[in-house]
């Protein structure tokens, strides 16, 4: 069994708040253990309570799409939630149930180590982008440590504004960019130091 796959099933015995006694299933996340791009969303809806796995309903759907756009299958990217459990009546997560849950997503991080997180929604973005809104934000990277941050609108608002759709096309279409960025900066550091003899 991997340290993925253990971890995961740690976070489906979670009771660490008060969402573990409403939830049906717990979405701990899925996708290659070795993942260069990782988005992150918010919290798993009622489709993905009653069947355990991230973005399977509408907004599931069109995030498949965006994903194919910049040439991506659904199964090369890993795919998780700031919590693992649906909110009662898809409220917003609450600051404590943020905070109970965050270890869970911090230790999924560590293992898969990607190279690029795209945030989907203000949730996630809060974390990496603190202090900022998503209109202001959206379809900008930052750089913290060895990992790119991409901020975007999260695909269930383009099925409530339909206005927003073209913004959220024009920003993932950014992301190869930002992965070539995020290659570089790799090779940069396997490249071993030139020893200066002289």
Known sequence: MSLLTELHTEIEGCKNCELARHRTKVVPGEGPEDARLLFIG?????NEDQTGRPFVGQAGQYLDQLIGMIGYKRS??????????RPPENRDPMPGEIMACSKWLERQLDL??????????RFSMAKYFPGDTISKVHGRSKRIGGIIYFAMYHPAAALHQGNLRRVIEADILKLPAV???????????ERPAQLNLF
């Open 42 to 46: 918010e919290a798993p809806g009622w």
């Open 76 to 85: 090369q990217v890993f795919i998780a939630n700031v919590i693992k459990c």
């Open 112 to 121: 898969i180590k990607p190279r690029v997180i795209v945030t989907l929604g």
């Open 179 to 189: 992965l070539a960025e995020a290659g570089k900066m790799e090779e940069e550091k």
